[in-house]
């Protein structure tokens, strides 16, 4: 019963993404364009060339993180909307090793940076905690205005102190040394940093499913009021739920810098926090399915791009296909619900 339980929500699923492509396809169409041609080329470019390929798994890093920074906090009833802050405060707070830290040791200081991103991340995530539990402050919009206050907070720093001199218009600080960077795999973009969301989807579902702890945290989610009466300490679990969260995605923001950038710039999150809240509500919270979800919102990214040289159409254009997944996506569960 648990297989076919878990294989009709997929199914459904299915369903809502291939209307999506079906109703995007009839938009193209208006638009005087051709959309077989076009969903081919995409097909051909993202999953037929080992440079689309490495640049989803480039995307998938930072969507997979914050959408378990998303999805911890939702097992005990938290929506946080925050994973875009978390990354940057981890981002700046690895920055700050990178640019202070003198150590030669890629084994020294790869590590004291990924410990900075995630205390940054789990820090800032703190703040939505404390405004929750002792002035009773809805998290969902605490963490979404913290999102703007993060960004302005880094640009204090990348238009201010730590301003390289070479950057000239564009502001960023001085590149990482050899032993701040994640080394690259093979001539792409992809680099050593993949693994760890792997390692901690794995961590995760080992955690929430197989734990005792795990299983109290579903409780919490599911009736605070009964978990009280069990003894359970709400607080306790709450706390830690949120600020884990905040730890992952801090710890994408430490990735981004030491794997792709290589610097700490304005932009370093691109609609990464967003996308990784929406790949963990697509999953519906489950840890192995946000793999599934993040790759297909990272090959739709991607995608994205040549849908602008291909066919002349604004990359922007592709996050109507992502709302369309997303709206279809949650349809047919509501439809599933409504036939109880």
Same mark, same amino acid.
């Given at each position: 019963?648990?297989?076919?339980?878990?294989?009709?929500?997929?199914?459904?699923?299915?369903?809502?993404?291939?209307?999506?492509?079906?109703?995007?396809?009839?938009?193209?169409?208006?638009?005087?364009?051709?959309?077989?041609?076009?969903?081919?080329?995409?097909?051909?470019?993202?999953?037929?060339?080992?440079?689309?390929?490495?640049?989803?798994?480039?995307?998938?890093?930072?969507?997979?993180?914050?959408?378990?920074?998303?999805?911890?906090?939702?097992?005990?009833?938290?929506?946080?909307?925050?994973?875009?802050?978390?990354?940057?405060?981890?981002?700046?707070?690895?920055?700050?090793?990178?640019?202070?830290?003198?150590?030669?040791?890629?084994?020294? =200081? %790869?590590?004291?940076? *990924? &410990? /900075? $991103?995630?205390? !940054?991340?789990?820090?800032? @995530?703190? #703040?939505?905690?404390?405004? +929750?539990?002792?002035?009773?402050?809805?998290?969902?919009?605490?963490?979404?205005?913290?999102?703007?206050?993060?960004?302005?907070?880094?640009?204090?720093?990348?238009?201010?102190?730590?301003?390289?001199?070479?950057?000239?218009?564009?502001?960023?600080?001085?590149?990482?040394?050899?032993?701040?960077?994640?080394?690259?795999?093979?001539?792409?973009?992809?680099?050593?940093?993949?693994?760890?969301?792997?390692?901690?989807?794995?961590?995760?579902?080992?955690?929430?499913?197989?734990?005792?702890?795990?299983?109290?945290?579903?409780?919490?989610?599911?009736?605070?009021?009964?978990?009280?009466?069990?003894?359970?300490?709400?607080?306790?679990?709450?706390?830690?739920? =949120? %600020?884990?969260?905040? *730890? &992952? /995605? $801090?710890?994408? !923001?430490?990735?981004?810098? @030491?794997? #792709?950038?290589?610097?700490? +710039?304005?932009?370093?999150?691109?609609?990464?926090?967003?996308?990784?809240?929406?790949?963990?509500?697509?999953?519906?919270?489950?840890?192995?399915?946000?793999?599934?979800?993040?790759?297909?919102?990272?090959?739709?990214?991607?995608?994205?791009?040549?849908?602008?040289?291909?066919?002349?159409?604004?990359?922007?254009?592709?996050?109507?296909?992502?709302?369309?997944?997303?709206?279809?996506?949650?349809?047919?569960?509501?439809?599933?619900?409504?036939?109880?």
């Amino acid at each position: 019963m648990r297989g076919i339980d878990f294989i009709k929500p997929v199914f459904r699923s299915l369903l809502g993404i291939v209307l999506a492509i079906v109703v995007f396809g009839i938009f193209l169409a208006t638009t005087n364009r051709n959309p077989l041609i076009i969903y081919a080329n995409l097909f051909s470019y993202t999953f037929g060339s080992s440079a689309g390929l490495s640049e989803v798994a480039v995307l998938m890093i930072p969507f997979v993180l914050t959408g378990l920074a998303a999805t911890i906090p939702a097992w005990v009833g938290l929506i946080n909307v925050g994973g875009q802050g978390q990354l940057y405060l981890g981002a700046w707070a690895a920055t700050g090793v990178a640019l202070y830290l003198k150590i030669d040791s890629i084994w020294l =200081m %790869l590590p004291a940076m *990924a &410990i /900075a $991103g995630s205390l !940054g991340g789990a820090l800032w @995530a703190a #703040i939505p905690t404390f405004l +929750r539990q002792w002035r009773d402050v809805n998290e969902v919009i605490s963490t979404l205005l913290l999102n703007f206050v993060a960004g302005l907070f880094v640009n204090i720093f990348v238009f201010g102190p730590w301003k390289s001199s070479g950057s000239y218009g564009y502001p960023y600080t001085p590149n990482f040394s050899a032993a701040a960077i994640l080394s690259s795999i093979g001539s792409t973009r992809l680099h050593l940093g993949f693994f760890l969301p792997l390692l901690a989807v794995t961590a995760c579902y080992l955690v929430f499913g197989r734990t005792t702890w795990g299983y109290n945290m579903r409780a919490v989610g599911g009736n605070v009021n009964a978990s009280v009466r069990r003894g359970i300490p709400v607080t306790r679990y709450i706390v830690v739920a =949120m %600020l884990i969260g905040g *730890a &992952i /995605a $801090g710890l994408a !923001g430490m990735i981004q810098v @030491a794997g #792709i950038h290589r610097h700490l +710039r304005p932009d370093i999150d691109v609609q990464y926090g967003t996308m990784g809240f929406l790949a963990s509500w697509l999953a519906r919270h489950d840890p192995i399915l946000l793999l599934g979800t993040a790759f297909l919102l990272s090959s739709i990214m991607v995608g994205g791009d040549l849908l602008q040289i291909s066919a002349s159409f604004p990359s922007a254009g592709i996050y109507i296909l992502i709302g369309l997944v997303f709206f279809c996506v949650l349809g047919f569960r509501r439809l599933r619900v409504g036939a109880k």
